[in-house]
């Protein structure tokens, strides 16, 4: 199964914070083990750093290039159009995405960002639908959904984040909260080529330290499953789960069936807990 671990910044870290990120995850990226591929690592930090990111991950990109030229005495120059995307791009350890982006592709829309600007930064994931917008930002189930069809339209993937809080789920009322939630928020029309993720995230959960128990989100992931298999069944969709995710209970919430990896906040800032997270995630 394909894992995906994703580091959601929200609204922290400067650009030497994220060259000393960037550094620390290098130095330490390569003491992963895997039984299975290499997950897929998203960075998602505040807009104002994607370009950075993405200029430091290029340069990195043409390092390896030129190692691999030394490697097979050959030239950085003769190598086709092809292979440099393929080592500059596509072997990237690290994954762009943004943590959320307007449903429109331009206009009147004062301190927005579309999703037609973020792939020019070569993002590759864009979180909608987090809690804290969804609370912070009145934004509904629509206009979420409108996001994603717009993400998927510029060839990117959305995350889109789903959760109940606390007094739906102390009234018992939050599997079908979630599954209203959840029905809502996905793109109206999805091709079978196309990809989602869904991120359970419950916000009582999030950022309080607290994360829900193993029973408690392997119920939701079983119903999410069952809910968007029976919408499409030959849509490509993986599942992953966030709320006060850390390197204390990353191991057991990822053995979870159908859970295909983790959304993680506080944590993601230090990139030495970062990894480990993953690397106790990954061979479940």
Same mark, same amino acid.
């Given at each position: 199964?394909?894992?995906?671990?994703?580091?959601?910044?929200?609204?922290?870290?400067?650009?030497?914070?994220? +060259?000393?990120?960037?550094?620390?995850?290098? +130095?330490?990226?390569?003491?992963?083990?895997?039984?299975?591929?290499?997950?897929?690592?998203?960075?998602?930090?505040?807009?104002?750093?994607?370009?950075?990111?993405?200029?430091?991950?290029?340069?990195?990109?043409?390092?390896?290039?030129?190692?691999?030229?030394?490697?097979?005495?050959?030239?950085?120059?003769?190598?086709?159009?092809?292979?440099?995307?393929?080592?500059?791009?596509?072997?990237?350890?690290?994954?762009?995405?943004?943590?959320?982006?307007?449903?429109?592709?331009?206009?009147?829309?004062?301190?927005?960002?579309?999703?037609?600007?973020?792939?020019?930064?070569?993002?590759?994931?864009?979180?909608?639908?987090?809690?804290?917008?969804?609370?912070?930002?009145?934004?509904?189930?629509?206009?979420?959904?409108?996001?994603? +069809?717009?993400?998927?339209?510029?060839?990117?993937?959305?995350?889109?984040?789903?959760?109940?809080?606390?007094?739906?789920?102390?009234?018992?009322?939050?599997?079908?909260?979630?599954?209203?939630?959840?029905?809502?928020?996905?793109?109206?029309?999805?091709?079978?080529?196309?990809?989602?993720?869904?991120?359970?995230?419950?916000?009582?959960?999030?950022?309080?330290?607290?994360?829900?128990?193993?029973?408690?989100?392997?119920?939701?992931?079983?119903?999410?499953?069952?809910?968007?298999?029976?919408?499409?069944?030959?849509?490509?969709?993986?599942?992953?789960?966030?709320?006060?995710?850390?390197?204390?209970?990353?191991?057991?919430?990822?053995?979870?069936?159908?859970?295909?990896?983790?959304?993680?906040?506080?944590?993601?800032?230090?990139?030495?807990?970062?990894?480990?997270?993953?690397?106790?995630?990954?061979?479940?």
């Amino acid at each position: 199964m394909e894992k995906y671990f994703i580091a959601n910044w929200k609204m922290n870290n400067s650009f030497q914070e994220l +060259e000393d990120w960037l550094d620390e995850f290098y +130095e330490n990226c390569n003491n992963i083990t895997t039984n299975n591929n290499l997950p897929t690592i998203v960075l998602c930090p505040p807009s104002t750093l994607l370009d950075q990111l993405d200029s430091e991950l290029v340069d990195d990109g043409y390092e390896f290039l030129s190692y691999v030229a030394k490697e097979n005495n050959r030239s950085n120059n003769d190598f086709t159009a092809e292979e440099i995307i393929q080592y500059v791009y596509k072997s990237r350890p690290i994954k762009i995405g943004a943590q959320d982006c307007h449903y429109q592709e331009k206009g009147s829309y004062t301190s927005n960002i579309s999703a037609k600007m973020l792939k020019d930064v070569n993002c590759e994931f864009v979180i909608l639908g987090h809690s804290e917008r969804r609370v912070l930002q009145s934004e509904t189930n629509q206009i979420v959904s409108l996001k994603a +069809e717009n993400v998927l339209k510029n060839n990117m993937i959305p995350i889109i984040c789903i959760g109940e809080e606390l007094k739906l789920r102390q009234e018992n009322t939050y599997l079908d909260f979630i599954g209203k939630q959840l029905i809502e928020s996905l793109p109206s029309q999805i091709n079978n080529d196309q990809m989602i993720i869904v991120a359970y995230e419950p916000v009582w959960a999030i950022g309080s330290g607290q994360s829900a128990t193993v029973e408690q989100i392997s119920e939701v992931v079983k119903y999410i499953h069952k809910i968007i298999s029976n919408l499409q069944p030959s849509l490509k969709f993986y599942i992953t789960y966030g709320g006060s995710v850390d390197s204390n209970n990353a191991e057991q919430i990822s053995a979870i069936e159908n859970l295909s990896g983790l959304l993680v906040g506080r944590a993601s800032l230090d990139a030495g807990e970062f990894l480990k997270i993953v690397q106790l995630s990954i061979n479940n």
